[in-house]
DNA sequence: TTCTATCTTTGTATTCATTACATTTTAATT
DNA sequence: AATTAAAATGTAATGAATACAAAGATAGAA
């Protein structure tokens, strides 16, 4: 249950120093695959990290996407969300509770990108919609 | 090109009351296909509205959306867009410019919502991203 | 037409995610 | 230990979106 020691791999194979703070992120991504947002890895970090710095986790969020070891999702419209399984897999987004859900096994002709002479494509995303069965009342 | 008739003919269809400010709005949008933020609708009408409240452009985008006459989309981690074409189509955002395309003629497979018994799925929203031709320099 | 009720618009104030930036702390090297 | 670079921290600022109360417009009934 406890990946430090995979976290460390994790974030040298990126090429990121893997600090206190940055090892204490990954960890929780690892470990909470609901596709948090800051607020929550934040949050939920500060009482183990009492002098933990929001702006930490927004730099190290950063880093983490910039140097492919996280993928930011935009599909909440109220707050970004982290994503640490970057391979090719589709969400959905609940209107009524606002999580977030993974959708794997979908055809992989879907994540091909589309070629087109007007745009250099590298990424896509795919997001459903809708209302999920908790919310639905069963 | 004026296509205020189009306007209140297409807002009775979705049961919107044409307002002046209702109006103007379809109408910027019919006539934009840029994927416009409510500032961008908001500071191209002010100069022919000028009592015109970025309220009621938000108001006036939310009774759309609800009511089914326009897109909202979410791909810019900016902004809220809004496109007034609801048919199946994808994106492509620039990460470099932030200008919004749209894609035709993908498979109508890739808008088929998968069947899953956890979810009540009802839209489906696939954006591509890269850098455009302009921002690559030719 | 006038009255009334409802719908729409407006403007201000607030919330809150995100960014900017300067300072402090930590880590690595000589 | 001293030096330097990298990382973390805290505060302030920005700006999109929302809340809300007041003003204005519209439609139907009397």
Redesign the interface.
Known sequence: MLTTLESHKYLRQHSIKPSVQRTAVMDYLMNNRTHPTIDEIYLALCPNMPTLSKTTVYNTLDIFVERGAVR?L????KN?RYDIDVSAH?H?I?RSCGKV?D?FN??S??FE??K??????????????????KC?GN
Do not use: M, Q, T
């Not at 935009?74 to 419209?77: A, F, G, L, S």
């Open positions: 930011a935009v599909i909440d419209e970004a589709a959905f609940c859900h959708i979908l055809k002709e879907l990108f589309p087109l002479s007007r745009f250099s494509i590298n990424a896509v995303e795919i997001s459903y919609s809708g209302i999920c069965d639905k």
